[in-house]
């Protein structure tokens, strides 16, 4: 099923270029795949105070064997913990740059437009009554760190590959 990405830690990854969600369990380390984007959010959202175990997915138990491994089968994206929900009508996408570099972030608002900074967002906001329960704080730019241990080898080289390895470890969803 995969996708061609995943993020790493809890990872996630970009929806246009993201393939799969998963989520490390804090007890048994294992990757749980996490069906739905908006399932991974709320996850996120709340990832440090509500560290991800793997009795929040129906029907598995930190008995049952690993539902993904993390490897350089997929290349992998470190999402940030608690980035918060995208909030209703907006939609948020990650894309992976083609030299794998890094992620840009942007949301596409209720009317179609695509914003790519907390600037625009906050003048979106103020000239649309609709959003005004909304603040610039409900949305957020931070990218997942692609893990360069995944990134395919023919391009490796040119990404530096310093702090990767430190990151592989515990948490998932992000954070670093
Ligand atoms: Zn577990």
Request: hydrophobic fraction near 30%.
């Amino acid at each position: 099923m995969e996708k061609t990405k995943g993020k790493k830690r809890k990872s996630a990854l970009v929806r246009s270029s993201i393939g799969a969600y998963a989520v490390q369990c804090e007890a048994c380390l294992k990757w749980r795949l996490i069906d739905t984007e908006e399932e991974y959010e709320e996850i996120r959202c709340r990832f440090i105070e509500e560290p991800f175990v793997c009795s929040k997915k129906a029907d598995v138990s930190c008995e049952d064997p690993t539902d993904i491994e993390y490897d350089a089968t997929r290349t992998w994206a470190a999402d940030r913990p608690n980035v918060p929900k995208t909030p209703k009508g907006f939609q948020r996408d990650l894309v992976l740059r083609k030299d794998f570099s890094k992620m840009d972030a942007y949301y596409i608002t209720p009317t179609g437009k695509k914003v790519r900074a907390l600037s625009e967002i906050a003048a979106y906001l103020s000239s649309n009554p609709d959003c005004k329960d909304l603040s610039p704080s409900d949305f957020n730019f931070t990218v997942p760190k692609i893990m360069a241990d995944t990134i395919p080898a023919h391009i490796e080289r040119k990404v530096s590959t310093s702090g990767s390895n430190k990151k592989r470890k515990k948490s998932g969803k992000g954070d670093e």
